[in-house]
């Protein structure tokens, strides 16, 4: 990469995570701040993405994203939507790491079984709720604690609309 390469994507690299601020500095903004920022954070995202630097491999990146902004602004219609994708990352990584170790299941019953036990792990987790104590108490049939699906609705409840 040529210097003149190298300071345009480190401008725009700058530019983005500036951006990237505002938008975080969006979601945590009152409804009528939010909605007096809207447009601006709309006008910035296509003043960011439809630069034509010279630059071919970074242009065309610039426009790849450019054709994305319906879906990279969600966030500007439902201030609640992450902006980024760690939650999932986080929630896969527990069973890439064991796929890793064991190196799979051996039948499609084991590959649905670990799924369904990844899964529950980590709801459990999402919900503060201990995943031996969840599991104990469905076993015993004691169901002294609620069901997950009940505490997933009440959790849902509590978030802002």
Known sequence: MIPIHQQWRSQLLEDFWVYYYKLKNYR??????????????????DRLFSQVTGYDDLDHRLNLTRQKKPYLLLVLKFPEVPLDNNEAERALR????????SNGTRT?????????????????????????????????????????????VQKSQLCPP
């Open 108 to 152: 499609e019953v084991g590959t649905q079984a670990w799924e369904i036990f990844l899964a529950l792990v980590d709801t459990c987790r999402k919900l503060g709720v201990n995943f031996y104590q969840y599991i104990l108490d469905h076993i015993s049939q004691t169901f002294e604690m609620p069901a997950l699906a009940t505490l997933i």
């Open 28 to 45: 945590q903004s009152s409804p009528e701040q939010r909605q007096q920022q809207k447009l601006s954070l709309s006008e910035e995202f």
């Open 94 to 101: 527990g069973y890439v790491v064991k796929r890793k170790i």
